[in-house]
């Protein structure tokens, strides 16, 4: 009798092998020829079935590891995806594409335009108004009121910036509504705030006026004088100003509402540039400066700007440059950095050369137009007429309906 525990399966064929490993498994009884002989009878069949159950097994298992690493590319794949930069805005005019351009033609009441951008941000122009889109890009964009009444309601989103020019003015927004108008033949500007903050810039004294909610602001530049409504500038803050002791008033104003650099931008939005300045105050500048992102940064430069308190904001911004020096943010602080030198009437020759910084490190820049024509207005301000003219000319070629246009005209056309 043959021990099936000494069976060997070297140099068998398939069937016999398989013979061999089933009576070891004890599954067949080769104790007789007459088993043998049934078993390699039926052994085909018997090694097809479980060829095929394993064959199945195989092919469940491959299908499941495809489908894994069919889910890890795509999950991979998505993850690109999401931190790639978002594509610039889109917008329909009334439901339809817009008019080639950019142009906003007037229109009657009954058609008046609706403009409904991608982020949510919707402009209602009034009957008879015109205007255009000028620029769009992932933040926001850039309109020009050329003519009539428009009311606006910018979406609120982390990051978001978006101009409005009306005549000379400009407009600076974040997330708001307000009522915006222009008259060119009466050369009259007015803006009514319903919520948030915006800062106004162009041919008034004092530069740049903010605006929160409920204010309104209306200017006759025939006689150059804003009209009811206009708030008082805020004091501006005492040397210093980074100490705790000058922020105590303001986080008393505050009331009992705190709130973390998360929410700043939401704040900013809100209208309480006061809120964030104290936040950061009680948090303490250096621990803000050193550990805020970029965001907060952008943030608290605009908040302190706001309340004049020039010296926060002028350290808040070189701190963005230091930190995220290749960013979109840190360009726009250069841009920021001069028009904080020009406002003050500080050294114009500083405030150009942080124009020319800004325009060659952003030459697509959202500020271009602005960093444009303030460096031909300060050229001229400073009696460099010839190099004033220069830029004028470049800027009626690239920007012929911008805010400073009719300046720009007015250097060409001088002998």
């Known amino acids: 009798m043959t021990d099936e525990r000494n069976v060997k399966d070297d140099g068998l064929d398939p069937n016999a092998t398989g013979a061999v490993r089933l009576m070891r498994d004890r599954r067949i009884d080769a104790r007789t020829p007459a088993t043998r002989a049934r078993s390699f009878r039926t052994l085909g069949a018997r090694l097809h079935a479980l060829g095929e159950r394993s064959r ?123 009522s915006l108008g222009w008259n060119g033949r009466d050369a009259r500007f007015d803006i009514q705030m319903e919520n948030g903050v915006v800062s106004v810039t162009g041919p008034v004294s004092g530069g740049e006026i903010v605006l929160r909610a409920g204010q309104r602001l209306a200017i006759d530049l025939r006689d150059g004088a804003p009209g009811p409504g206009v708030p008082a500038a805020p004091a501006e803050a005492p040397p210093g100003a980074d100490t705790a002791a000058v922020g105590a008033g303001a986080a008393r104003a505050a009331g009992s509402e705190r709130w973390s650099p998360e929410g700043w931008g939401a704040r900013l939005a809100e209208g309480r540039a006061d809120l964030i300045v104290a936040d950061a105050r009680r948090i303490g500048l250096a621990k803000v400066l050193d550990r805020g992102s970029s965001e907060q940064l952008a943030a608290l430069a605009s908040a302190a700007r706001y309340q004049r308190d020039d010296a926060l904001a002028r350290r808040t911004l070189l701190t963005q440059r230091r930190r995220f020096p290749r960013s979109t943010r840190a360009a726009e602080a250069s841009f920021l950095l001069g028009r904080l030198d020009d406002e003050s009437g500080g050294d114009a020759s500083r405030a150009l050369d942080w124009y020319d910084r800004y325009l060659r490190e952003a030459p697509a820049g959202s500020y271009v137009s602005e960093a444009l024509g303030r460096k031909m207005v300060v050229l001229q301000r400073t009696g460099r007429q010839g190099q004033a003219s220069d830029i004028a000319t470049d800027y009626l070629r690239r920007f012929p309906t911008g805010t400073y246009a009719h300046a720009a005209r007015a250097l060409v056309r001088a002998p």
């Open 56 to 178: 199945k097994r195989k092919l469940a298992a491959i299908g499941v590891s495809c489908v894994a690493v069919a889910a890890a590319i795509g999950f991979g794949a998505r993850s690109r995806l999401d931190v790639r930069p978002a594509s610039a805005l889109t917008y329909t005019v009334n439901g339809g594409a817009p008019v080639p351009g950019g142009y906003i033609l007037p229109a009657p009441a009954a058609a008046a335009p609706m403009l409904a951008f991608s982020d949510g941000t919707q402009i209602q122009m009034a009957a008879e108004a015109s205007g255009r889109v000028v620029e769009l890009h992932r933040h926001g964009g850039r309109i020009a009121l050329e003519d009539g009444k428009a009311h606006v309601q910018v979406a609120h989103r982390d990051g978001a910036r978006w101009l409005f020019e009306a005549g000379p003015f400009l407009i600076h927004v974040q997330g708001t509504a307000f």
